[in-house]
């Protein structure tokens, strides 16, 4: 079992930044792929980024590159989202999830665990 915590969220302005974090605990992850997934009100959860852990490869949902960034501190066992020139659209719920794969996906289903969320409120 892996269980992951996320932290970081909150609210903030049009164009500000924030860095979420998700630490993982129990089972190692570094032959995992961790993603970033969100879910605005009324809306499909989808994919936003993800990242190989041991190779370090990353994709991401395209209207967020170049102002996302996800990233992972080995040392730390931990994975980011680091989010700059934030949008209202961006607002939303923001899950961590994890992957027993060598290889980045975006496909929610390919995911085995994930946490509990963390709410991100973009003010215009």
Not at 18 to 24: F, I
Request: hydrophobic share 30%.
């Amino acid at each position: 079992q892996v269980q992951l915590v996320e932290s970081g969220g909150g609210l903030v302005q049009v164009g500000g930044s924030l860095r979420l974090s998700c630490a993982a605990s129990g089972r190692t992850v570094s032959s995992y792929s961790m993603g970033w997934f969100r879910q605005a009100p009324g809306k499909e959860r989808e994919f936003v980024a993800t990242i190989n852990w041991r190779t370090g490869n990353t994709y991401y949902l395209d209207s967020v590159k170049g102002r996302f960034t996800i990233s992972r501190d080995n040392a730390k066992n931990t994975v980011y989202l680091q989010m700059n020139s934030l949008k209202p659209e961006d607002t939303a719920v923001y899950y961590c999830a994890a992957a027993p794969r060598g290889t980045v996906i975006s496909c929610e289903s390919d995911y085995d665990y994930w946490g509990q969320g963390t709410q991100v409120t973009v003010a215009s």
